[in-house]
């Protein structure tokens, strides 16, 4: 998600981790050149200053739980469809350089 969050905004990332075509099961890295380092950093720290506040709001405006866990859970969903599509998508590219 990390990744896909990244890519989402323009900043090129690698992931390394366990295995040799897909980097799951264990610790995985997600690598950014160092030109985009600091723009990454503040990308995620903004993300989740966003996520905290948004709690915050809901919870003043009395959101009932159950609302907010399907909330969440689109957005689960939403972003996996995306860290799944660009894994796929930078797969196929790293597979097609390498023939």
């Not at 897909?22 to 030109?35: N, R, T």
């Not at 469809?81 to 790293?94: E, I, R």
């Amino acid at each position: 998600m990390v990744a896909a969050r990244l890519g989402a905004d323009g900043i090129l990332t690698e992931l390394r981790g366990p295995g040799s075509t897909y980097p799951v099961g264990g610790v995985v890295e997600v690598l950014v050149a160092s030109d985009d380092e600091d723009a990454a950093r503040q990308l995620l720290s903004a993300d989740e200053t966003e996520a905290a506040l948004a709690d915050q709001v809901d919870s003043a405006m009395g959101a009932a739980p159950f609302e907010l866990a399907a909330v969440a859970r689109q957005r689960w969903v939403a972003l996996l469809t995306l860290a799944l599509a660009l894994a796929l998508v930078w797969a196929g590219l790293a597979a097609h350089a390498f023939s």
